[in-house]
């Protein structure tokens, strides 16, 4: 009965739960504690098994250690590269801009030529078309027309103040053309009107040459001798500029001109600009010669009866024959008259007391003792 309850029992123990096998070492070591306090562990058999545990766990956190050590290697080798490729970016960026520099100064280069050929060009166009203006404009000097005339000088005049080079040319022939038409003597070309004045192609004329910038002439120089200009003088405000002539407009420019034997009576010369003018044996009785520049001029045997020289600037100025007071005689330096008149200039006491005079001007013989005159250079001084 027994045997058979418990063969019987067995299976209801098999259906249970199952008590926990446990190792045979476990079950000695719960033996040991149970009969008693543990033993002191071998320290030759300990060790090996501590050991592992102790490198088993030192090998994991070693490896997590490492980590960041790889980590960081790798960004060392990796930084070479980064910095070459930076230094690839800005050095391409530099070759792009100096390109593009290089392309801009290559721009500004050939604008530059081709500004200069484009000038070139204009400047041969301009001097092309100037002499034709130029070829025209003397043609019509001889035609039968007073206006294709009139025509001709007015385009001579544009002709020199837009191109200056031409200028010299320009005064030989207008020069030219005055005397022709003009003469003295009579029998001129141009006829003259009904007051004795010239013809209006001879007024304009002079005008021309009386109004051009002096400074252009070159070698040329304005040559009216033994003309007949009486009455003439250029028209008030046609001159008038900054720096050219007295608060009423500049008078004719005629400085060092050769007027001599000249017929200007009654000529409108107020503030002419007449120094080292050639004035020997000229006409200019009845004259207006206020303000005028006439120092260093030449007026041996000149005529300014009833002219009026009132502020005329006589400093230096020669009404007689001889060596003026400086040892030089107007022309040639020599100290000697050559061919020049040997009258003295026809003036008056009290034409001159008007004047500005000085030691330098060189009076007539017949006035040089004038108390008056001699008192008023000595104040002069």
Do not use: C
Not at 72 to 93: C, L
Request: charged share 25%.
């Amino acid at each position: 009965m027994t045997e058979h309850t418990a063969g019987a029992d067995s299976p209801r123990q098999t259906e249970g739960p199952q008590p926990a096998v446990r190792p045979p070492g476990e079950a000695a070591g719960a033996s040991s504690e149970a009969s008693g306090p543990p033993s002191a562990p071998d320290a030759g058999a300990a060790e090996p098994a501590g050991g592992a545990r102790t490198g088993a766990a030192a090998t994991g956190p070693a490896r997590t250690e490492d980590a960041p050590a790889v980590r960081t290697s790798a960004a060392g080798a990796n930084a070479p590269r980064a910095d070459w490729s930076r230094r690839a970016e800005i050095a391409v960026a530099v070759l792009a801009g100096l390109a593009t520099l290089f392309s801009a100064l290559a721009a500004v280069v050939t604008l530059q030529v081709q500004a200069r050929q484009g000038r070139s060009e204009v400047d041969v166009t301009r001097q092309g078309q100037i002499t034709d203006r130029f070829n025209e404009a003397v043609s019509n000097l001889g035609d039968q027309a007073d206006e294709v005339r009139l025509g001709g000088i007015f385009a001579l005049r544009r002709i020199m103040e837009d191109s200056p080079r031409d200028q010299p040319a320009i005064v030989d022939i207008l020069s030219a053309y005055v005397r022709t038409h003009t003469p003295a003597a009579g029998g001129g070309k141009a006829e003259r009107d009904s007051g004795g004045r010239p013809a209006p192609d001879v007024r304009a004329t002079f005008e021309t040459l009386s109004q051009r910038d002096p400074h252009q002439d070159q070698s040329a120089r304005v040559d009216l001798r033994d003309t007949y200009l009486r009455y003439i003088g250029s028209r008030p405000g046609l001159t008038r500029a900054e720096g050219r002539g007295g608060p009423d407009g500049a008078g004719p420019r005629l400085a060092n001109a050769n007027l001599s034997g000249a017929v200007l009576s009654g000529a409108h010369l107020r503030h002419a600009r007449l120094s080292g003018t050639y004035l020997v044996g000229t006409r200019l009785d009845g004259a207006d010669l206020r303000q005028a520049d006439l120092h260093k001029a030449d007026l041996r045997g000149a005529e300014l009866t009833g002219a009026d020289l009132e502020g005329a600037d006589l400093r230096g100025a020669r009404l007689r024959a001889g060596t003026d007071p400086a040892g030089e005689d107007g022309k040639d330096g020599s100290g000697t008259d050559t061919g020049a008149p040997e009258q003295p200039a026809r003036v008056s006491v009290g034409q001159l007391l008007r004047a500005r005079l000085d030691s330098t001007t060189l009076l007539p013989a017949s006035l040089e003792h004038d108390s008056r005159l001699r008192k008023r250079l000595s104040r002069a001084h």
